[in-house]
């Protein structure tokens, strides 16, 4: 971890960060990552409705003097309460459709920062839609996504970006998770059921989208090539199939923000997941295909939330992984940038002319990975206020932290780690 001070803050609040769902599986993580920093000055709590499971938490890492809070989600005063004592709060309570809005709420009534770890597109949009503008009346920042959900690819992007010299086009990149113990790689059920409500939720999705205004007068870029749905990648040397995850659609809202706010010219993005062979793409796909059809239906959903380990072949499981299994985790995003060199004429730019291959890496992905980077993302909004968007808002990683240290930060910290891999040729 990086040694740092807390940047001095005028905040007359009890906490600095709060957590919120630190009984849960990722909020344990999340608890031991601020647990295990070297922040002077900074103070924060727990928070969550069962006050002898908190206590249990802390007492499990070992941090038994950290302050606890009452909150529950289906009594809004107890949630004023809490966000009114800090001046950010770390959600991870899921899945957000079902119990993330009140927070939102509480939020922009008590002035309160708010970041959280969903991957629940349709949460994240609809919370843009219905709550940005009384956001930024509260001077209040909202960032979704902060976890592995999306930071390593939207701030990735900006990464890439920002190491190319000329004028990049668009992005492809191949998320590899690996279980070095030769292992099954294995979820806590809270992600799954996650997965679960976002896929019912997808076709709102669309509605949703009706309501937002297309760009207008922003650059033509080359647009990433379509791949088939299953593909041999000879740059990862693997298989693979797109990315399901949100990652399109919130790199997608930061280069429309980039774009609006500072005239930067939107790249176009397409993620990838890589597989080590073609039978397991082939699985995967199929498990996906059922999941979504169940997910439709209040049966199939009841199915899928009672029985995630048959449904998902092993791959979810109620005792979630465990800290062995974790430790032996690692993920890479891969970020193949092509665009045009310096110096190219307008007769010459029809094909990009230049590449650069960027890489973030990290420990496992869901969990300690995930936690690294919410804290890491809770102290940019408390540390770096003035590199923030002016007014605040509902807004993604990438457009809230374009500014800021948070790439240093992280990379100076060695756990999440932003490199380029194959310099620009």
């Given at each position: 971890?990086?040694?740092?001070?807390?940047?001095?803050?005028?905040?007359?609040?009890?906490?600095?960060?709060?957590?919120?769902?630190?009984?849960?599986?990722?909020?344990?993580?999340?608890?031991e990552?601020?647990?295990?920093r070297?922040?002077?000055?900074?103070?924060?709590?727990?928070?969550?409705r069962?006050?002898?499971?908190l206590?249990?938490?802390?007492?499990?890492?070992?941090?038994?003097?950290?302050?606890?809070?009452?909150?529950?989600?289906?009594?809004?005063?107890?949630?004023?309460?809490?966000?009114?004592?800090?001046d950010?709060?770390?959600?991870?309570?899921?899945?957000?459709?079902?119990?993330?809005?009140?927070?939102?709420?509480?939020?922009?009534?008590?002035?309160?920062?708010?970041?959280?770890?969903?991957?629940?597109?349709?949460?994240?949009?609809?919370?843009?839609?219905?709550?940005?503008?009384?956001?930024?009346?509260?001077?209040?920042?909202?960032?979704?996504?902060?976890?592995?959900?999306?930071?390593p690819?939207?701030?990735?992007?900006?990464?890439?970006?920002?190491?190319?010299?000329?004028?990049?086009?668009?992005?492809?990149?191949y998320?590899?998770?690996?279980?070095?113990?030769?292992?099954?790689?294995?979820?806590?059920?809270?992600?799954?059921?996650?997965?679960?409500?976002?896929?019912?939720?997808?076709?709102?999705?669309?509605?949703?989208?009706?309501?937002?205004?297309?760009?207008?007068?922003?650059?033509?870029?080359v647009?990433?090539?379509?791949?088939?749905?299953?593909?041999?990648s000879?740059?990862?040397?693997?298989?693979?199939?797109?990315?399901?995850?949100?990652?399109?659609?919130?790199?997608?809202?930061?280069?429309?923000?980039?774009?609006?706010?500072?005239?930067?010219?939107?790249?176009?993005?397409k993620?990838?997941?890589?597989?080590?062979?073609?039978?397991?793409?082939?699985?995967?796909?199929?498990?996906?295909?059922?999941?979504?059809?169940?997910?439709?239906?209040?049966?199939?959903?009841?199915?899928?939330?009672?029985?995630?380990?048959?449904?998902?072949?092993?791959?979810?499981?109620?005792?979630?992984p465990?800290?062995?299994?974790?430790?032996?985790?690692?993920?890479?995003?891969?970020?193949?940038?092509?665009?045009?060199?310096?110096?190219?004429?307008?007769?010459?730019?029809?094909?990009?002319?230049?590449?650069?291959?960027?890489?973030?890496?990290?420990?496992?992905?869901?969990?300690?990975?995930?936690?690294?980077?919410?804290?890491?993302?809770?102290?940019?909004?408390?540390?770096?206020?003035?590199?923030?968007?002016?007014?605040?808002?509902?807004?993604?990683?990438?457009?809230?932290?374009?500014?800021?240290?948070?790439?240093?930060?992280?990379?100076?910290?060695?756990?999440?780690?932003?490199?380029?891999?194959?310099?620009?040729?």
């Amino acid at each position: 971890y990086t040694e740092y001070k807390m940047a001095a803050m005028e905040s007359k609040r009890t906490y600095n960060i709060t957590v919120f769902g630190a009984t849960g599986y990722t909020g344990k993580y999340v608890v031991e990552d601020l647990k295990n920093r070297k922040v002077k000055d900074l103070t924060w709590a727990v928070a969550g409705r069962d006050e002898t499971k908190l206590k249990a938490v802390l007492d499990e890492l070992e941090c038994a003097d950290v302050p606890v809070i009452v909150s529950d989600v289906n009594d809004p005063s107890s949630l004023e309460a809490m966000c009114s004592q800090s001046d950010i709060i770390i959600s991870c309570v899921g899945p957000f459709q079902l119990y993330g809005e009140p927070l939102v709420k509480a939020c922009i009534a008590s002035k309160c920062n708010y970041i959280d770890v969903t991957g629940e597109t349709y949460f994240i949009e609809l919370m843009k839609q219905k709550y940005h503008q009384a956001a930024e009346e509260a001077g209040v920042y909202l960032v979704s996504a902060c976890g592995f959900d999306s930071i390593p690819n939207d701030i990735g992007v900006l990464f890439t970006k920002e190491q190319f010299q000329g004028d990049l086009q668009y992005i492809e990149s191949y998320l590899k998770m690996e279980q070095h113990d030769n292992q099954k790689i294995v979820f806590n059920t809270g992600t799954w059921d996650s997965l679960v409500n976002g896929l019912h939720s997808y076709s709102k999705v669309k509605e949703l989208r009706r309501n937002v205004p297309k760009l207008q007068n922003a650059p033509q870029t080359v647009k990433a090539p379509s791949r088939n749905a299953l593909f041999y990648s000879k740059e990862m040397n693997r298989w693979c199939l797109p990315f399901a995850g949100c990652d399109r659609s919130i790199v997608a809202r930061t280069q429309r923000f980039l774009f609006e706010q500072y005239g930067e010219t939107p790249l176009n993005f397409k993620p990838y997941w890589c597989q080590h062979s073609f039978w397991s793409c082939i699985g995967l796909a199929f498990s996906f295909t059922l999941l979504a059809l169940l997910a439709q239906f209040s049966f199939g959903r009841k199915l899928l939330t009672n029985y995630p380990s048959f449904f998902s072949g092993g791959t979810f499981s109620k005792n979630g992984p465990t800290r062995q299994s974790l430790e032996n985790r690692t993920f890479s995003v891969t970020l193949y940038g092509y665009g045009f060199k310096k110096g190219t004429s307008e007769e010459e730019r029809k094909k990009p002319n230049s590449t650069i291959v960027t890489r973030v890496r990290g420990p496992d992905p869901g969990y300690v990975g995930t936690s690294h980077l919410l804290v890491e993302a809770a102290l940019t909004v408390l540390n770096e206020a003035s590199s923030l968007p002016q007014k605040g808002g509902v807004l993604t990683p990438g457009s809230a932290f374009a500014k800021t240290n948070l790439i240093k930060r992280l990379n100076d910290g060695g756990k999440v780690v932003f490199e380029v891999v194959e310099e620009q040729k």
